[in-house]
């Protein structure tokens, strides 16, 4: 989470909570998710019940695709599997 800008760098928070600074040529600039939970189950639709695409594992960043709605929200892995995870597994929001 990006608290601060100043010039080249840029103050953030971590999934831990801690602050620190970092350059901002090392921010792509695109959101990310980071799994928090122990493995966060990707869903094929946002409701329980619903089929297990895959699971993706404690710190794996995900790819907001669309905004959060009612505890979900749509994700893409980097090797490109889409689906739906529940909010409380991951951080970032």
Known sequence: EIFLRE???????DD???LGW???SALNGRPGL????EAATIFDRPADGASARYRAQ???LLEPL???EAGWIKVRHAKGGEGYARIR???GL
């Not at 010039?7 to 928070?13: I, M």
């Not at 980071?34 to 939970?37: D, P, S």
């Open 89 to 91: 597994d991951l951080w």
């Open 34 to 37: 980071l799994v928090i939970a």
């Open 7 to 13: 010039g080249a760098w840029a103050k953030v928070r």
């Open 16 to 18: 831990t909570g801690a």
């Open 22 to 24: 970092v350059e901002t």
């Open 58 to 60: 404690r710190n794996t």
């Open 66 to 68: 669309a905004p959060p």
